[in-house]
């Protein structure tokens, strides 16, 4: 498996940002860390060990990127509009510079997976819908999807675009809904420890889905599933395995 590691000079974040690079061939897998997590730890823990196969069959591409989770929603000593700010930053990095860089790299013309757990499992979904131009599968792991436990009450646009609890029961513009419709939508959290708010918000997304009539899978596992690492591995090559790639 060929492992590759680059670091470039982010206009967006003014600052260095990293990626690892997984593969050669297939389609790409765009992977968003937990928590303030870096671009590394998804070998840190197994994930890819866990996908090894499918990227050795040239299936998918892993392309594993940092956060700034750290200065922007997690950062709770700041003010929530500046935390909004800093995201609506890391969100044009994505879009303007490791999309490109990804489309050069892996010479893949067509739309990505995006995928995370815990709050990378947030990332996987708001950037699949607020990007469906971009991102045609999102595998979101054991996220949060509202904003409450980010800003409490807080509101401006920053927070409202960014979250789907928020934003996706207004949404009627058929540019998105249609995309949404073509795309595979796959949300997944254990019933086990520390899922409990996991739980409540996918079964808030389910709903507004539902409503929206935009087909996806919601699927909850058992009550001895918790929210780390060894299930997660267990989860993401199940998921990539039914999308047939």
Known sequence: MKIEYHKFWSQRLSRDMELKAYG?????????????????????????D??????????????????????SWLAHWKYPGDRGWRHAQ?????????????????????????????????????????????FDVTIALSGLFGSQYFVGDYMDDYVYYNFPLVYLPHLSDLWYLN????????????????????????QALEAILTQLDVPAWFDY?????????????????????????
């Open 24 to 48: 050669q061939k297939g389609k790409p897998l765009v992977v968003f860390p937990s928590g303030c997590g870096r671009f590394y730890e998804f070998e840190d823990f197994g994930m890819i």
């Open 50 to 71: 866990a996908v090894q196969n499918l990227i050795e069959q040239e299936r998918i591409v892993v392309y594993t990127v940092d956060s700034v989770d750290s200065e």
């Open 90 to 134: 890391y969100d044009q990095y994505i879009v303007e510079e490791v999309a490109p860089f990804v489309r050069e790299h892996s010479g893949w013309d067509d739309k990505f997976i995006a995928t995370g757990c815990s709050m990378g499992g947030y990332h996987a979904a708001n950037f699949f819908f607020k990007h469906p131009d971009i």
């Open 179 to 202: 995309q949404y419709r073509r795309s595979h939508i796959i949300v997944c959290t254990g019933q086990g420890a520390w899922e409990e708010d996991c739980i409540r918000e996918a």
């Open 221 to 245: 596992w058992g009550h001895d599933v918790n929210h780390d690492w060894p299930w997660w591995q267990k989860q993401l090559p199940y998921f990539l395995e039914t999308l047939n790639l």
